[in-house]
């Protein structure tokens, strides 16, 4: 039996059994939720055991509490195959009043009309995502995000990567999966995204919502997607880029589409900041596209990691979808949430990380260090452009940025005369 892996959310989903009723763990298929839910439940039930699957629905549907019964925690495994089962763990939290008592995961989202009740106050809800490099042992962890926010005089000068450019587009394109830890060969490693994109396209997502759906289709729309992976681009261009393929695709098919890959936890876009330094019709205020894993958009693509040695040009907007998914996970036990800042006069952030307690970065990410003093450059002027509008707000300042930081596929970190660090994402971590 191959070993556990510890994940970063091991500990977040210890602190909310202990507050919690029940946590409800939601992400991709295949990130690892049922495997660390299992490390801590007493027992488990497996909607998808296709010996009992028919004997689990017809009790859901008569008499749903009792598949509730056994020691807790307990694991129920893709709860969505019977939504009533999340109002039964509601009732019998309510009913007990006790914490730690129910673990669900979850590949889909459901929609609100399909539950009675939110499960505010009894079910937490905790995201998951693939493994980060630090998770799969590829980042060496010489760097603590979290100690770069609160000890600014934080030394990091010449702590060194040891990741090559090779090794992260490998990366890359293997994807954060956690079943190619163990598997021996590359070719192997690699086929992983790309049966899951396969697996997404002719069934997933169909199962979602119960709307069937056309495979051809689903593979146009995420291959657009990747092609635009990390950018602004309208989705009207993403719709035109398919129907040169398919005339008859709308861009109502195309909402239906992405709304269901957004359900499945395959694409998740990025928000924009738009603070008041600028006009507001001067900030761009679109989403960027990006996605869970940038092993989905690779294997979308038909890409290789010798391919993308040859050009970094598309292995850079790849390289920005890679650091998002691990600023993530690494900032996710600090109530981190990740947008963007871009304006019409290409001032830009490629990341801006806020912080629970109110504290945010300003981030770009930057594949080589040619690239590293313009990026430097864009941060130091957002935040010129922050103390600016305070000299003349002064009723509701905005906070300046606690971080600036340059993330590089590069080998050594350093803090450079303007105190912008920067870091490789070859060292860091949580």
Known sequence: MAKYIHRIVDQELDDRLEAFG?????????????TTAEQKAKSVLRMQDIDRREAYQATARTKPSLLLKGANPRLIDEWQDAPVLWDAVRLDVDRRREVGLYILTGSTSVRDDQILHTGTGRISRMKMYTMSLYESGESNGAISLEKLFYNPSLDIDGIMSGLSIEELI??????????????KSDKAKLMTATSYLDNICESDISTVDGVRRNPAWTRLVLK??????????KKSNIWRDIVTNEESFSMATLDA?????QRLFVLEDVEAWCPSIRSA??????KKHEFTDPSIAVAAMGLTPEYLEQDLKTFGFLFECLCMRDLKIYSQSLGGTLSYY???????????LHLRDGKYALIEFKLGSREIEEGAKHLLEIKRLVGEFNQKETQCPLREPDLLMVITGGEMAYTREDGVKVVPIGCLKD
């Open 342 to 352: 871009h304006d019409r006069y290409g001032l830009e952030a490629d990341a801006v």
């Open 257 to 261: 589409y992405v709304n269901a890959l």
């Open 281 to 286: 019709t001067v900030i761009r205020s679109g």
């Open 170 to 183: 490998f990366a890359t394109c293997r994807g954060g999966w956690p079943g190619t830890i163990y598997m």
């Open 224 to 233: 657009s997607y990747a092609r635009n992976i990390s950018t602004l681009t």
């Open 22 to 34: 029940a946590t409800l763990i939601v992400g991709p298929k295949w990130c690892g939720k049922t």
